[in-house]
T-cell receptor, first 113, second 115 residues
Framework: GEDVEQSLFLSVREGDSSVINCTYTDSSSTYLYWYKQEPGAGLQLLTYIFSNMDMKQDQRLTVLLNKKDKHLSLRIADTQTGDSAIYFCAETGFSGGYNKLIFGAGTRLAVHP | DAGVIQSPRHEVTEMGQEVTLRCKPISGHNSLFWYRQTMMRGLELLIYFNNNVPIDDSGMPEDRFSAKMPNASFSTLKIQPSEPRDSAVYFC?????????????FGEGSWLTVV
């Protein structure tokens, strides 16, 4: 079945890089995603990567995909206090002819001075 | 542009009462999703609709939960009777196509507490 796993917590110093890791099970996932949830808010799509890519860079964000190991990571360069949030990894699952998103439990990123 | 609009934002109710959560998807979106978020289980997909038709409701926990989408601009998630274990944040999300994540937009959530 479909399953997405992430570590639950990460603490980094302001200005350092953060790396959030995720493993998934569905090798047929077309897209893999990173969402960000700030306190009291909904989920905001940060970035996504197509399954035939190994890397995608978008400003301070770098996504790495290792399809062989089914491993996805999100690197945030020069982490700021505003990056403190929960980060969710998600893969696409296919059901009834339609795609749906399967989320991990989320990694809580704490940025300290 | 208005995003996905959910109401109420916060609700506190007593066990046994009926709870109705409402969602207005983004205009022009044809897929709508209801998710539940708890500390214990994370984000769970409860049900999703495409063109107002329920496609997959396998995530609906039990018969106390029901969801409807009478038209393209409105959906409800109802819990009757409510129980303390239903306390969670309920998110509605919508997308334009069949649900590839780059087009899924989430509402701010309805924070439900059942006492």
């Amino acid at each position: 079945g479909e399953d997405v796993e992430q570590s639950l917590f990460l603490s980094v110093r302001e200005g350092d890089s953060s790396v959030i890791n995720c493993t998934y099970t569905d090798s047929s996932s077309t897209y893999l995603y990173w969402y960000k949830q700030e306190p009291g808010a909904g989920l905001q799509l940060l970035t996504y990567i197509f399954s035939n890519m190994d890397m995608k860079q978008d400003q301070r964000l770098t996504v790495l995909l290792n399809k062989k190991d089914k491993h996805l990571s999100l690197r945030i360069a020069d982490t700021q206090t505003g990056d403190s949030a929960i980060y969710f990894c998600a893969e696409t699952g296919f059901s009834g002819g339609y795609n749906k998103l399967i989320f991990g439990a989320g990694t809580r990123l704490a940025v300290h001075p | 542009d208005a995003g996905v609009i959910q109401s109420p934002r916060h609700e506190v109710t007593e066990m046994g009462q009926e709870v109705t959560l409402r969602c207005k998807p983004i205009s022009g979106h044809n897929s709508l999703f209801w998710y539940r978020q708890t500390m214990m289980r994370g984000l769970e997909l409860l049900i999703y609709f495409n063109n107002n038709v329920p496609i997959d409701d396998s995530g609906m926990p039990e018969d106390r939960f029901s969801a409807k989408m009478p038209n393209a601009s409105f959906s409800t998630l109802k819990i009757q009777p409510s129980e303390p274990r239903d306390s969670a944040v309920y998110f509605c999300a919508s997308s334009r196509d069949r649900g590839t994540g780059n087009t899924i937009y989430f509402g701010e959530g309805s924070w439900l507490t059942v006492v």
